[in-house]
């Protein structure tokens, strides 16, 4: 499946929705075409960018940043909170074009996927051919515009995408010294792995493009990124190697949820309750994919950005919304918060693929002790719950005070 | 307060409490220990309110008085302070002066009146037993515990003084450690309690070989008393799972193995065990024992052991921490497994009163 270093086929695609969520707005509602629009909290509350359109970006906006702060920049900006479930439809419609041209599709998103067209190159000439036709299928079907890379690996292809944004094809060259010129001129950010701090660490060495990178040795790497065991990888992606296969069956690592409240919250039910929604949701996602956690997490970030990460391993990996509640109320009693909490939040990781045949087994000492039988019960609770909601939305059912029911 | 002090004894206090304080307390104040001089001796009591803990040392008290001081920074400058003498000199704002040698440290401290009232004993009974004896019984069980905060019950060490015996549980739901000495007291007294991991753990750093302990039991806490150390816990409250009905009477087979080659032996294997696969299978042969374990992404180890038995061949899976764990608190030579069959309980003995269940792996 991996892909040559040296391959001369360039089969790689990265499709990337043009400000994905502020574009889906527009198509609903064409009376914002032309605006600055701004997808996430409203400006009065506090809350982040999602995503906005490319008006809203010439003043500055970009994602993650506070509304708040997106409001003072643009105050006649259009504000709408996100409507995922929308979103969720609309990548779909997308993903269905994918699979048209190839089963190797790996979404990353809502908003983009890698494509690997290898097989599709008996009908179409060449994977440009290919980009081209899926612009053109989504602009007509879907009526939203994408920028796509095409290259011999993910990597190239990725940092493509994201260079003649909106409605861009860009084709990176396949030979290694064309290739390592076409990346010479970019920030190091564009390597994947490098964030704001070793960012900041190249900068201080006065490191800022990726064709500076390139005149490193893979000692000199070793030294700036010393200890990451990341020299190896930085010294091929510089050079525009990247051997990582589309990975269809992708396979998420955590999964985790938070709420940030409007105004810093001291009711600590309240609190709870908000826990106790973002458990289910989790739980919700980890069913879905059918996997089950080892590891439980609870964040709580209090009015001076004080955050705190507490977590535990239940006795065996869980996925019922019983037991993963049981440990979050668990972590959040034993803080024994008494100030008010500005932000909560909850996370699964360590999952595992339940019952893998040969898996051995523990058996147990005191089943009457043993929740086993309870979680058959809770596993078929859950089970309807989430049928219910896929149907009738979250707010179909609730769960009522946990207290009470405990 | 005004005190002058040995290094030495200062240490060994502050060494002998400051583990009770939670590294993120819930009162700014639990961080601190409770300093008390009166009639030649410094009082230390810490406390994360279900566990205090309490001793003296001596000191030579020109002002008595009381204070509370951040115990872990405490530890820090005392252990590295120059010489042997040292002053300490609070005033009543709570800010403690520490002269020793040429080094001068001020620390400031909170009132004692913020620190939580030092728990009272309300009626109960006491018992006598011999530290060493008590360690020992500790040490055998206590491993076994559930450290799975939702099965609270099983977060510490069953005691009980019933049937003029004094026993020990501690299990997992998956393991179970029990031992017992004999001892005398009227039926009138005999209790029960589940005491909390953490004052276990406490309790085996101040038990030595010499001398005894008086153990108070009431309704929801214990008491522990070796000379000027005392350690008071909250109980843990619920009703312990019925043990007794899990210790398997009459077994197939008994067969002695040399401790420590086992142990070695199970070291070895194990670690071509993974997360993922993670059982050791046993497979009693004619007078040997073979310790294989495989895991498909790694690789495989086997190893043999031998032993005294002639009956049928049995294999048996097991969890390696759960069989290496007691091998590695007893300290007699010889132990005895007893098993059955592959699908019922392992049990390991020694010749002093100890008994291990250990549930098997189910494997394919």
């Not at chain 1, 889906?24 to 906005?52: A, F, M, N, Q, W």
């Not at chain 2, 002998?16 to 410094?42: W, Y």
Request: glycine fraction near 8%; aromatic fraction near 6%.
């Amino acid at each position: 499946m991996g892909m040559n270093t040296g391959s001369t086929d360039r089969t790689i695609l990265h499709v990337d929705m043009d400000a994905f969520y502020a574009a889906v707005e527009v198509l609903d509602h064409p009376e914002y075409r032309g605006k600055p629009l701004v997808v996430g909290s409203p400006p009065d509350r506090r809350g982040v960018v999602s995503t906005c359109s490319y008006e809203a970006r010439r003043y500055g906006i970009h994602s993650a940043m506070p509304s708040r702060t997106a409001g003072k920049l643009c105050p006649h900006a259009v504000f709408v909170t996100p409507r995922m479930g929308r979103y969720e439809a609309v990548s779909a419609q997308i993903m269905v074009i994918f699979e048209e041209f190839t089963p190797l599709v790996e979404p990353l998103s809502l908003d983009e996927a890698f494509l690997d067209v290898r097989g599709a190159l008996r009908l179409w000439p060449d994977a440009i051919a290919i980009a081209r036709e899926i612009k053109q299928r989504i602009r007509t079907r879907v009526g939203l515009t994408a920028s796509v890379g095409v290259a011999t690996n993910k990597f190239l292809a990725k940092v493509a995408s994201d260079l003649n944004k909106p409605d861009g094809l860009t084709v990176v060259p396949v030979s290694e010294p064309e290739r390592m010129a076409f990346l010479a001129p970019l920030p190091v950010r564009r390597i994947w792995g490098v964030g704001k701090v070793s960012e900041a660490q190249l900068a201080r060495e006065g490191l800022h493009t990726i064709g500076q990178l390139q005149q490193l040795s893979l000692v000199e790497l070793d030294h700036l990124f010393g200890g990451r065991a990341a020299a190896g990888a930085m010294w091929a992606l510089v050079r525009g190697r990247d051997d990582r296969p589309v990975a269809t069956g992708w396979e998420e690592k955590s999964i985790s949820n938070e709420t940030t409240f409007d105004e810093d919250c001291g009711d600590m039910d309240v609190v709870r309750q908000t826990l106790l929604e973002l458990t289910e949701q989790v739980g919700a996602r980890l069913r879905q994919i059918g996997k089950r956690a080892r590891t439980v997490q609870i964040k709580v970030r209090l009015g001076d950005f004080s955050t705190r990460i507490r977590q535990c391993s239940p006795a065996r990996p869980c996925d019922n919304d019983r037991d993963l509640l049981e440990s979050a109320l668990m972590l959040f009693e034993r803080e024994g918060l008494s100030r008010p909490v500005r932000l909560i939040g909850f996370g699964v990781s360590g999952l595992v693929t339940p019952g893998g045949g040969d898996e051995p087994v523990q058996t147990v000492l005191f089943p009457e002790l043993e929740p086993e039988q309870e979680v058959g019960r809770n596993r078929r609770l859950d089970h309807a719950v989430d049928t219910l909601r896929k149907t009738f939305g979250h707010e179909a059912i609730k769960r009522g005070n946990w207290k009470a029911e405990t | 307060m005004k005190i002058v002090i040995s290094k030495d004894a200062v240490m060994s206090g502050l060494q002998m409490v400051h583990g009770v304080v939670n590294v993120r307390p819930t009162l700014p104040v639990l961080s601190n220990v409770l300093f008390q001089a009166q009639d030649e001796k410094l009082w230390m009591t810490t406390t994360d309110l279900e566990v205090t803990m309490r001793c003296a040392v001596e000191a030579k008290i020109s002002k008595g008085g009381a204070t509370t001081l951040p115990a872990r920074r405490l530890l820090s400058i005392i252990r590295e302070l120059p010489a042997d003498n040292i002053e300490i000199e609070v005033d009543e704002k709570n800010s403690a002066s520490i002269s020793c040698g040429a080094s001068f440290f001020k620390i400031l401290g909170l009132p004692e009146d913020e620190f939580p009232a030092i728990p009272k004993y309300d009626g109960g009974t006491t018992f006598t037993v011999d530290q060493k004896v008590l360690k020992e019984m500790l040490q055998k069980t206590f491993y076994a515990a559930s450290n799975d905060e939702t099965r609270f019950i099983l977060n510490g060490t069953y005691v009980s003084f019933k049937g003029n015996k004094m026993t020990l549980v501690a299990t997992d739901g998956r393991r179970l450690a029990l031992t017992e000495h004999e001892m005398e007291f009227p039926k009138e007294s005999e209790s029960e309690a589940i005491i909390p991991t953490k004052a276990v753990n406490e309790l085996l750093r101040v038990l030595k070989d010499e001398g005894t302990v008086k153990i108070h039991m009431t309704k929801n806490q214990a008491g522990f008393e070796v000379n000027d150390v005392l350690l008071i816990t909250k109980l843990i409250e619920g009703t312990y799972p019925n043990f007794k009905q899990v210790i398997p009477g009459q077994c197939e087979h008994r067969i002695p193995i040399e401790r420590e080659a086992f142990l070695a032996a199970l070291k070895r294997v194990a670690l071509l065990t993974s997360d993922k696969a993670s059982s050791i299978k046993l497979t009693f042969g004619k007078n040997k024992l073979k310790i294989s374990a495989q895991s498909p992404d790694i690789g495989e180890a086997h190893e043999t052991v031998p032993i005294k038995y002639m009956g049928k061949e049995m294999v048996v899976a097991f969890n390696p921490d759960y069989i290496m764990e007691p091998l590695r608190n007893l300290m007699t030579d010889e132990i005895f497994v007893e098993m059955t069959d592959e699908l019922s309980p392992g049990v390991i003995k020694c010749d002093v009163p100890f008994i291990y269940v250990l549930m098997p792996m189910r494997v394919g």
